[in-house]
Protein backbone atom coordinates (compact mmCIF):
# COMPACT_ATOMS: atom_id res chain seq x y z
CA UNK A 1 0.00 0.00 0.00
CA UNK A 2 1.45 3.87 -1.16
CA UNK A 3 0.39 6.72 0.88
CA UNK A 4 0.35 10.34 0.00
CA UNK A 5 1.76 13.22 1.94
CA UNK A 6 -0.25 16.11 1.37
CA UNK A 7 -0.33 20.18 3.05
CA UNK A 8 -1.92 22.83 2.40
CA UNK A 9 0.67 25.57 1.57
CA UNK A 10 0.54 28.98 0.04
CA UNK A 11 -2.06 30.14 3.32
CA UNK A 12 -0.32 33.43 3.19
CA UNK A 13 -1.05 37.06 2.29
CA UNK A 14 1.30 40.12 0.90
CA UNK A 15 4.06 40.17 3.45
CA UNK A 16 2.06 37.94 5.84
CA UNK A 17 3.48 34.29 5.78
CA UNK A 18 1.88 31.00 7.20
CA UNK A 19 3.79 27.68 7.94
CA UNK A 20 6.65 26.80 6.18
CA UNK A 21 6.63 25.88 2.83
CA UNK A 22 10.11 25.60 2.00
CA UNK A 23 11.05 23.51 4.23
CA UNK A 24 7.69 21.23 4.41
CA UNK A 25 7.88 20.57 0.28
CA UNK A 26 10.84 18.37 0.55
CA UNK A 27 9.31 16.10 2.20
CA UNK A 28 5.55 15.51 0.83
CA UNK A 29 4.11 14.31 -2.34
CA UNK A 30 1.03 16.54 -2.89
CA UNK A 31 0.54 20.05 -2.61
CA UNK A 32 -2.99 22.09 -1.61
CA UNK A 33 -2.68 25.59 -2.81
CA UNK A 34 -4.67 28.43 -1.86
CA UNK A 35 -6.60 29.81 -4.29
CA UNK A 36 -6.90 33.31 -2.79
CA UNK A 37 -9.96 33.64 -1.24
CA UNK A 38 -9.58 32.30 2.41
CA UNK A 39 -5.92 32.92 1.55
CA UNK A 40 -3.28 33.42 -0.59
CA UNK A 41 -2.55 36.19 -2.93
CA UNK A 42 -1.41 35.79 -6.85
CA UNK A 43 2.55 36.50 -5.78
CA UNK A 44 2.06 33.70 -3.36
CA UNK A 45 0.30 31.02 -5.61
CA UNK A 46 2.84 31.48 -8.42
CA UNK A 47 5.85 31.36 -5.98
CA UNK A 48 4.09 28.14 -4.45
CA UNK A 49 3.31 26.23 -7.66
CA UNK A 50 6.96 26.81 -8.68
CA UNK A 51 8.36 25.56 -4.98
CA UNK A 52 6.04 22.57 -5.74
CA UNK A 53 6.96 22.01 -9.44
CA UNK A 54 10.66 22.48 -8.16
CA UNK A 55 10.47 19.67 -5.72
CA UNK A 56 8.36 17.36 -8.18
CA UNK A 57 4.88 17.41 -5.59
CA UNK A 58 1.68 16.89 -7.32
CA UNK A 59 -0.13 20.15 -7.47
CA UNK A 60 -3.66 20.76 -6.12
CA UNK A 61 -6.12 23.35 -5.91
CA UNK A 62 -7.34 24.02 -2.24
CA UNK A 63 -10.53 26.44 -2.71
CA UNK A 64 -12.12 27.87 0.50
CA UNK A 65 -15.76 30.16 1.05
CA UNK A 66 -14.93 34.05 0.32
CA UNK A 67 -13.93 34.47 3.96
CA UNK A 68 -10.27 35.90 4.55
CA UNK A 69 -11.40 37.35 7.81
CA UNK A 70 -12.53 34.11 9.77
CA UNK A 71 -9.22 32.20 7.47
CA UNK A 72 -12.20 30.11 5.67
CA UNK A 73 -12.77 28.17 8.89
CA UNK A 74 -16.46 29.53 9.79
CA UNK A 75 -19.72 27.50 8.25
CA UNK A 76 -21.49 29.77 5.68
CA UNK A 77 -24.58 29.30 4.13
CA UNK A 78 -23.67 28.96 0.48
CA UNK A 79 -26.80 28.76 -2.55
CA UNK A 80 -26.53 25.96 -5.07
CA UNK A 81 -25.76 28.86 -7.50
CA UNK A 82 -23.14 30.22 -6.23
CA UNK A 83 -21.19 26.53 -5.68
CA UNK A 84 -20.11 26.73 -9.33
CA UNK A 85 -18.16 30.61 -9.81
CA UNK A 86 -16.66 30.09 -6.22
CA UNK A 87 -14.90 27.06 -7.45
CA UNK A 88 -14.47 27.61 -10.49
CA UNK A 89 -12.74 31.55 -9.79
CA UNK A 90 -10.19 29.86 -7.39
CA UNK A 91 -9.13 26.54 -9.38
CA UNK A 92 -9.42 28.05 -12.52
CA UNK A 93 -6.61 31.02 -11.73
CA UNK A 94 -4.51 28.51 -10.16
CA UNK A 95 -5.05 26.10 -13.05
CA UNK A 96 -3.92 28.53 -15.00
CA UNK A 97 -0.71 29.60 -13.06
CA UNK A 98 0.17 25.24 -13.49
CA UNK A 99 -0.30 25.31 -16.98
CA UNK A 100 1.91 28.57 -17.92
CA UNK A 101 4.66 26.85 -16.18
CA UNK A 102 4.20 23.73 -18.64
CA UNK A 103 2.74 21.20 -15.80
CA UNK A 104 -0.74 20.17 -15.02
CA UNK A 105 -3.05 20.66 -11.84
CA UNK A 106 -3.61 17.08 -10.51
CA UNK A 107 -6.41 17.18 -7.43
CA UNK A 108 -8.81 19.34 -5.77
CA UNK A 109 -9.19 19.73 -1.87
CA UNK A 110 -11.59 21.39 -0.21
CA UNK A 111 -10.76 23.88 3.00
CA UNK A 112 -11.57 24.75 6.07
CA UNK A 113 -15.60 24.92 6.78
CA UNK A 114 -16.20 24.46 3.16
CA UNK A 115 -14.81 20.36 3.35
CA UNK A 116 -16.57 20.26 6.68
CA UNK A 117 -20.09 21.63 5.29
CA UNK A 118 -19.37 18.89 2.26
CA UNK A 119 -18.65 16.22 4.24
CA UNK A 120 -22.15 16.56 5.93
CA UNK A 121 -24.42 17.75 3.17
CA UNK A 122 -25.08 15.50 -0.27
CA UNK A 123 -26.34 18.38 -2.20
CA UNK A 124 -23.75 20.18 -1.83
CA UNK A 125 -21.45 17.62 -2.00
CA UNK A 126 -22.86 16.59 -5.45
CA UNK A 127 -22.77 19.76 -6.69
CA UNK A 128 -19.15 20.60 -5.74
CA UNK A 129 -18.01 17.45 -7.70
CA UNK A 130 -20.64 17.90 -10.65
CA UNK A 131 -18.79 21.75 -11.50
CA UNK A 132 -14.84 19.86 -10.59
CA UNK A 133 -16.03 17.26 -13.04
CA UNK A 134 -16.85 19.87 -15.70
CA UNK A 135 -14.03 21.56 -15.71
CA UNK A 136 -11.96 18.84 -15.87
CA UNK A 137 -13.03 15.22 -15.64
CA UNK A 138 -9.19 14.00 -14.74
CA UNK A 139 -8.88 15.62 -11.48
CA UNK A 140 -8.94 13.80 -8.25
CA UNK A 141 -10.77 14.66 -5.23
CA UNK A 142 -9.39 14.64 -1.51
CA UNK A 143 -11.77 14.42 1.46
CA UNK A 144 -13.06 12.47 4.21
CA UNK A 145 -13.52 8.57 4.20
CA UNK A 146 -16.85 7.96 5.13
CA UNK A 147 -18.36 11.24 4.28
CA UNK A 148 -20.69 12.36 1.83
CA UNK A 149 -18.08 13.58 -0.30
CA UNK A 150 -16.52 10.46 -0.55
CA UNK A 151 -19.82 9.31 -1.69
CA UNK A 152 -20.84 11.93 -4.18
CA UNK A 153 -17.33 11.10 -6.15
CA UNK A 154 -18.06 7.48 -6.12
CA UNK A 155 -21.86 8.09 -7.38
CA UNK A 156 -20.06 10.47 -9.83
CA UNK A 157 -17.32 8.31 -10.95
CA UNK A 158 -14.62 10.96 -9.62
CA UNK A 159 -11.19 9.65 -8.65
CA UNK A 160 -11.00 10.28 -4.58
CA UNK A 161 -8.44 9.65 -2.30
CA UNK A 162 -9.46 9.26 1.32
CA UNK A 163 -7.88 11.59 3.48
CA UNK A 164 -6.44 11.00 7.30
CA UNK A 165 -5.33 14.18 9.64
CA UNK A 166 -2.25 13.64 11.44
CA UNK A 167 -2.57 16.10 14.16
CA UNK A 168 -6.49 16.00 14.69
CA UNK A 169 -8.60 14.06 16.54
CA UNK A 170 -12.17 12.59 14.89
CA UNK A 171 -15.61 12.29 16.28
CA UNK A 172 -16.87 8.40 15.99
CA UNK A 173 -18.03 9.24 12.60
CA UNK A 174 -14.56 10.07 11.59
CA UNK A 175 -15.45 13.59 11.15
CA UNK A 176 -12.60 16.38 12.18
CA UNK A 177 -13.95 17.31 15.68
CA UNK A 178 -14.04 21.47 15.77
CA UNK A 179 -10.44 22.58 16.55
CA UNK A 180 -12.09 24.54 20.14
CA UNK A 181 -13.09 21.48 21.75
CA UNK A 182 -9.78 20.62 23.78
CA UNK A 183 -7.16 17.57 22.42
CA UNK A 184 -8.58 18.49 19.16
CA UNK A 185 -5.76 19.50 17.92
CA UNK A 186 -2.33 16.55 18.98
CA UNK A 187 0.91 18.47 19.37
CA UNK A 188 3.07 15.44 20.63
CA UNK A 189 4.94 14.34 17.53
CA UNK A 190 5.18 11.12 18.38
CA UNK A 191 1.97 10.39 19.20
CA UNK A 192 0.98 11.84 15.48
CA UNK A 193 3.33 9.44 14.26
CA UNK A 194 2.20 6.30 16.18
CA UNK A 195 -1.46 7.19 15.36
CA UNK A 196 -0.82 7.71 11.75
CA UNK A 197 1.11 3.96 11.19
CA UNK A 198 -1.34 2.11 13.19
CA UNK A 199 -4.23 3.77 10.74
CA UNK A 200 -2.50 2.65 7.92
CA UNK A 201 -1.30 -0.97 9.26
CA UNK A 202 -5.32 -1.49 11.04
CA UNK A 203 -7.39 0.34 9.07
CA UNK A 204 -8.77 2.29 12.27
CA UNK A 205 -8.38 4.74 14.28
CA UNK A 206 -9.24 5.94 17.60
CA UNK A 207 -12.31 8.65 18.09
CA UNK A 208 -11.65 11.45 20.77
CA UNK A 209 -14.66 9.77 22.44
CA UNK A 210 -12.30 6.37 22.33
CA UNK A 211 -14.75 4.62 20.06
CA UNK A 212 -12.94 2.59 17.06
CA UNK A 213 -13.85 3.99 13.34
CA UNK A 214 -12.54 2.17 10.39
CA UNK A 215 -10.88 4.19 7.59
CA UNK A 216 -9.07 3.26 4.76
CA UNK A 217 -5.86 6.33 4.32
CA UNK A 218 -4.60 6.85 1.16
CA UNK A 219 -3.63 10.37 2.20
CA UNK A 220 -2.89 12.03 4.86
CA UNK A 221 -2.50 15.65 5.80
CA UNK A 222 0.27 17.20 8.07
CA UNK A 223 -0.99 20.82 8.31
CA UNK A 224 1.80 23.29 7.79
CA UNK A 225 0.73 26.08 10.43
CA UNK A 226 1.11 23.39 13.17
CA UNK A 227 4.06 24.41 15.36
CA UNK A 228 5.89 21.03 14.97
CA UNK A 229 4.84 20.58 10.93
CA UNK A 230 8.41 20.26 9.59
CA UNK A 231 9.53 18.21 12.18
CA UNK A 232 6.66 15.61 11.87
CA UNK A 233 6.50 15.83 8.14
CA UNK A 234 10.20 15.03 8.42
CA UNK A 235 9.64 11.82 10.50
CA UNK A 236 6.81 10.69 8.70
CA UNK A 237 8.14 10.67 5.29
CA UNK A 238 11.34 8.59 6.69
CA UNK A 239 9.10 6.12 8.21
CA UNK A 240 6.68 5.74 4.92
CA UNK A 241 10.23 4.98 3.27
CA UNK A 242 11.30 2.84 5.39
CA UNK A 243 8.40 0.65 5.00
CA UNK A 244 8.21 1.30 1.38
CA UNK A 245 4.76 2.57 1.76
CA UNK A 246 5.64 6.43 0.07
CA UNK A 247 4.03 7.23 -2.79
CA UNK A 248 5.59 8.22 -5.89
CA UNK A 249 3.58 10.66 -8.44
CA UNK A 250 3.76 10.21 -12.22
Known amino acids: MKIDINSDVGEGYGIYTLGNDSALMPYITSANIACGLHAGDMKIMMETVKLAIKHEV?????????????????????????????????????????????????????????????????????????????????????????????????????????????????????????????????HDVNQCAERIMDMIKKQRVRSINNKWVNMKPETICVHGDHDEAVIFVKTLNKILKQNDMILTHD
Open 58 to 186: AIGAHPGLNDREGFGRRPMSIGAEEVAPLLLYQIGALDAMVKSLGERLHHVKLHGALYNMAAEDMDLAIRIVETIQAYDASLMLYGLPNSMMESAAHKKGMLYRAEVFADRQVDERGFLVPRSMPGAVI
